[in-house]
């Protein structure tokens, strides 16, 4: 397809979507449930709790999007990547660095993208109000999703844990005394099966529960042609289960537990090497042309990686809550939370048909939070929420390397890194309403980090590569450490912010917020200092004014902002050469010196006639480093970094969908969906390596559905466009550059019942 005849297929697209198509920042949470086709009237109401409280959306004075749970039903979502077209100014990939999804998630240029469970997530995914520490397993699959808020901008105040760039918050639906339930079967191209459901009822007066499951199986997207078969199979399975016991009217106790399984074969990384790479100099492993894969094609890979569903990842998370009624409108919550996962992969990241750097890579991640609230909401004239939070977790990794470009001998090199992480808390922010219509928002909070790091290398053996059973030599490792490093960190964090209401319904505002992210250690050092030396906190200063308003009697909802974010030592991970040391190389986080960040979003939402509803976002975000003086090449010599582009940081982000819905008889309706969402052109490497960066990107998704009292037919197609943009990038300097392309074009067929 020519570049005029893609055009001119995504406009097309593009006036489709807009006339029939879904919309993507919703409510959260509706008043009176899922309108009806017939219904006439305005938008419904938008309620949000991500305050810890249920208000209106129109009244937080802060961006926020939101999905709810009727959105969520009439969506395909497979996980949180999904979530991303509901907001601008969001990028959402999984980084293939890993079994079970590895997220990168980004909101206005802040994000992570890091494998190693050594680096603090600077945007939170919070679970049922526990924050998930890690980037692996972060990909939560959409499985009773009741709702999607989406926060951007420091969130300290609020949430137990840090936030630098903003939370994604998800909440999974109460169990219900009456018996209600229901369950989805889905089949789609590649051979791609998912059952799914999720049942409740109560077991007496005060007790109801409620089960869950969902079995996912898929053939994968990428063709493994030196295999000759498929690549990227995978199997997943999840159960869980809930209680709530309400033993007085002023006290209920939520208990849930969910154990996941995925099996796959390890993620399908595709080499994309310049002519002056080693891998290409000395091993013939090209790219055919800039940009392209050595395979010559961005879905099919040319690994001798194994392919045996060899990869694992097991995930057990206990919650416990109780929330106790404390009468004039407050209420004190305690939260617990117990998250383990443990995964092993062999990966081939060389992504070529010899074995040039393969790892094995066992990790498990323990973690522990406590979190104690106490919460005013009603109508009075100030509202708050105060917050106490323990956190505590380790990971350790025992990760092995094979190593076929160091030499005339293959070597193995094996490591081994234990992490702790314990971390305390107060929050809190309040409101109060000075004069009529005008209110105050304070908010603080102070962070007390102590992290530890202990890394020891054994012994590296040299094998004859036409006999690797017995070893031809021996050499000792690089990091020999007797007792584990340690660091401490803390901060103050505030917040102010100012809300006028103009009428009842429109508002502006303005704030200040601070963010933070403790430092840490380097997860996967080759050097002494690396291992010892720990990089620095960042911090951030965002500044905001927006507003939000309804007219049209309600039938239109429009919200903006406007923003200015001040980096501050803000941490980068990259690639650097390591002489002497087993590979040559290291992964090393640093502190860029400072960064400018700034734009505006903008959030529509119509209905403009009874049955059709449009919507539509706009962000633009303009991110540039400042004052950026490093030795990014590692020739010893620090230079002016600043002309570097910030990593998924697009200027510009849209979406534009609707949905057109009638009832076709007395019991039936049915209804149309679409969207496009676009991705503006962005880097995806430290180093903004030209073969790995992404132009614009129109992702067109459409669904046709039609019901029957309880029972739903859908065609759906997802990515009709075909983008083939890379999801991650890493270069290792010199030597290769690896890379996985986003998800096909797909379609399915789907069918739901409800009780």
């Excluded at 053939?219 to 399975?237: A, L, T, W």
């Excluded at 350790?396 to 090199?413: D, V």
């Excluded at 073969?691 to 997802?718: C, E, H, M, P, W």
């Amino acid at each position: 397809m020519t570049m005029i005849d893609r055009v001119k297929s995504v406009r097309l697209l593009a006036t489709a979507a807009m006339i029939v198509c879904p919309a993507s920042a919703a409510s959260a949470q509706e008043a009176g449930g899922e309108p009806s086709a017939a219904s006439s009237g305005g938008l419904e109401e938008i309620v949000v709790t991500a305050r810890k409280r249920e208000e209106s959306m129109q009244d937080v004075p802060a961006s926020i999007s939101a999905l709810s749970a009727s959105e969520l039903d009439r969506r395909f979502d497979s996980d949180v990547r999904d979530f991303a077209d509901s907001s601008p100014n969001i990028v959402i990939d999984d980084t293939q660095q890993g079994p079970g999804g590895v997220a990168a998630v980004y909101i206005r240029g802040i994000g992570v993208a890091d494998v190693e469970k050594s680096v603090d997530p600077a945007v939170g995914v919070v679970f049922d109000d526990v924050y998930i520490g890690q980037s692996s397993g972060s990909l939560l699959k959409a499985i009773d999703i009741d709702r999607v808020e989406v926060l951007r901008g420091p969130q300290g105040t609020l949430f137990g844990r840090n936030a630098t760039g903003g939370v994604i918050n998800l909440a999974r639906s109460r169990p219900t005394y009456d018996l209600t339930g229901k369950a989805r079967i889905t089949y789609g191209r590649f051979d791609s099966w998912k059952v799914e459901g999720v049942a409740s009822t109560g077991l007496s007066d005060n007790v109801a529960v409620k089960v869950g499951g969902a079995y996912e199986k898929s053939d994968g997207y990428i063709f493994n042609s030196f295999q000759d078969q498929n690549g990227q199979r995978s199997e997943f399975y999840a159960v869980s289960g809930a209680l709530l016991f309400e033993p007085t009217d002023k006290l209920d106790i939520q208990l849930s537990y969910d154990h996941q399984k995925t099996k796959q074969d390890p993620p399908q990384l595709l080499a994309v090497n310049r002519p002056t790479d080693l891998f290409c100099v000395a091993y013939s492993q090209c790219s055919p042309a800039p940009g392209v894969p050595t395979s010559g094609d961005r879905y099919v890979s040319v690994s001798d990686g194994r392919l045996e569903k060899n990869a694992t990842f097991k995930l057990d998370m206990a919650i416990a809550k109780a929330s106790y009624d404390l009468g004039s409108d407050m209420q004190v919550d305690y939260i617990f939370g117990w998250l383990k996962t443990d995964e092993a992969i062999n990966q081939d990241f060389d992504a070529g048909p010899q074995t040039l750097y393969h790892t094995d890579r066992p990790a498990r991640w323990r973690q522990t939070t406590n979190e104690l609230r106490l919460t005013k909401g009603g109508s009075g004239p100030l509202s708050f929420v105060l917050g106490a939070y323990l956190w505590d977790s380790a990971y350790t990794i025992n990760l092995k390397n094979y190593i076929g470009f160091a030499g005339p001998a293959l070597l193995t090199s094996a490591q081994d890194v234990r992490q702790t992480n314990k971390s305390w808390a107060i929050y809190g922010e309040a409101d109060y309403e000075i004069v009529d219509r005008l209110t105050l928002t304070v908010g603080a909070r102070y962070t007390k980090d102590k992290k530890s790091s202990i890394v020891n290398d054994l012994p590296i053996f040299f094998y004859d590569t036409t006999v690797e059973e017995n070893p031809v030599g021996t050499a000792p490792g690089a990091i020999f450490m007797a007792d584990p490093v340690r660091a401490s960190w803390s901060k103050f964090t505030p917040r102010v912010s100012l809300r006028y209401e103009i009428t009842d319904q429109a508002m502006i505002y303005a704030l200040w917020s601070r963010g933070y992210r403790g430092g840490g250690f380097n997860g996967r050092p080759s050097t002494i200092g690396a291992a010892t030396i720990p990089y620095d906190p960042e911090t951030l200063d965002n500044y905001e004014a927006g507003f939000k308003t309804e007219f049209a009697n309600g039938r239109v909802r429009l919200n903006g902002a406007a923003f200015l974010m001040k980096y501050n030592d803000m941490q980068q991970d990259l690639d650097v050469p390591a002489p002497g040391t087993s590979t040559g190389r290291e992964n090393r986080t640093i502190n860029a010196a400072s960064a400018e960040l700034k734009g505006f979003e903008l959030d529509l939402t119509a209905r403009p006639v009874d049955g059709f509803t449009l919507n539509g976002n706009i962000g633009y975000l303009d991110a540039k480093y400042k004052d950026f003086m490093g030795d990014i090449y590692s020739t010893g010599t620090p230079i002016d970094a600043s002309f570097l582009k910030i990593r998924r940081a697009p200027k510009w982000t849209w979406s534009v969908g609707g949905t057109y819905e009638a009832d076709i008889g007395s019991n039936a309706s049915a209804w149309i969906s679409g969207d496009v969402h676009y991705i503006g052109p962005h880097e995806i490497t430290f180093l903004n390596n030209p073969n790995l960066r992404n132009g614009g990107q129109y992702l067109v998704d459409a669904s046709i559905n039609v019901r029957f009292d309880r029972t739903t037919i859908s065609l759906f197609g997802k990515n009709l466009a075909d983008e083939k943009g890379w999801t991650i990038g890493y270069d290792v300097q010199g030597v290769w550059s690896y890379a996985a392309p986003r998800p096909r074009r797909t379609w399915g067929v789907a069918v739901t019942q409800t009780f």
